[in-house]
C-alpha cells in the first residue's frame, strides 16, 4: 500500500491537459492491477527456487509503481470526483 503523502496542488490549469494525463494515469493503473493479477495466478506455475524468487520481486516492484501511479491519479482526480478505481477508463479513439 501506498505511504501517505501530502497532496500538492497540480501545477497545470489546464483541463483537457488534466483530463488527458489522468485518463493516461487510469490506464497505468489498471495495467499495474492486471499485471498483478496474472502474478497472482502463475504463482504456482514457476519452474524453480530461482524463478519464484525472481516473479516474487517482480510483483514487489509492481506493487511499489501501483501504489505510485495510485499517488498520481489521486492528484489528478478531478474535485469531487471518484477515484480510478471505481471508475472505467475511456477507450474511445485508442
Known amino acids: 500500500m501506498a505511504s501517505p503523502r501530502p497532496r500538492r496542488p497540480v501545477l ?11 485518463v493516461a494515469c487510469s490506464y497505468l493503473v489498471k495495467g499495474c492491477e492486471r499485471a498483478l493479477f496474472d502474478f497472482g495466478l502463475i504463482a504456482g506455475e514457476t519452474g524453480g527456487v530461482e524463478s519464484m524468487r525472481i516473479d516474487e520481486r517482480a510483483a514487489q516492484i ?18 469531487g470526483a471518484e477515484t480510478e478505481s471505481h471508475r472505467a477508463p475511456r477507450t474511445a479513439g485508442l
Open 12 to 22: 497545470n490549469s489546464d483541463p483537457k491537459e488534466l483530463e488527458a494525463q489522468r
Open 62 to 79: 509492481m506493487r511499489n509503481i501501483l501504489g505510485s501511479w495510485r499517488d498520481t491519479l489521486s492528484v489528478l482526480a478531478e474535485p
